[in-house]
């Protein structure tokens, strides 16, 4: 049987800004009203990123827009969340990040198993030549689909 996953949101902006690898999974730690916030499709990416602080993993900048049916108990939208991660792999991107150039950013947010997870990748930001290319190639292939449907 295969997983279920049912993406929430991607991050095409950081698809386009920067080169992508090392793809992780990670949990987030999440309230009430958030989980069901994110249900909705309520939450954002952009501009987000990941802060290692104390061999702990934080994203940063994730909007999650409050709960519509939620009252004066509902969650902050943009506050920082701990990311549910292995010192293993916290101590790896901490060793990476250490080096020119790269960061973490988040591309996508899902459910699996009825939990939320979030896909972070380790990223290195592109020139302004590369995004160029990455137009070009884009354009390239979207005008081979429109000249296969004809």
């Known amino acids: 049987m295969a997983e279920e996953i049912k993406v929430i949101t991607s991050n095409r902006k950081a698809h386009f800004e920067y080169f992508l690898s090392d793809f992780l ?23 987000s ?3 290692i602080r104390n061999d702990e993993a934080y994203i940063i900048g ?16 943009l506050r ?11 101590r790896k991107l901490k060793q ?5 150039g790269f960061t973490i950013v ?3 947010v899902y459910l699996k198993k009825g939990r939320v997870k979030l896909e972070i990748a380790l990223a290195k930001g592109k020139k302004l030549y590369d995004k160029r290319e990455s ?5 390239l292939k979207m005008e081979a689909r429109k000249a296969e449907k004809y």
């Open 25 to 47: 999974e990670a949990g987030i730690e999440l309230v009430g009203t958030e989980i069901k916030s994110i249900r909705f499709h309520g939450c954002s990416l952009d501009d």
């Open 49 to 51: 990123y990941i802060l």
């Open 62 to 77: 994730m909007n999650i827009a409050p709960f519509f049916n939620g009252n004066i108990f509902n969650h902050e939208p």
């Open 80 to 90: 920082t969340r701990k990311l549910l991660l292995h010192k293993k792999e916290i």
């Open 96 to 100: 990476k990040i250490q080096e020119k």
């Open 106 to 108: 988040c591309t996508k």
């Open 135 to 139: 137009i070009k190639e884009r354009d």
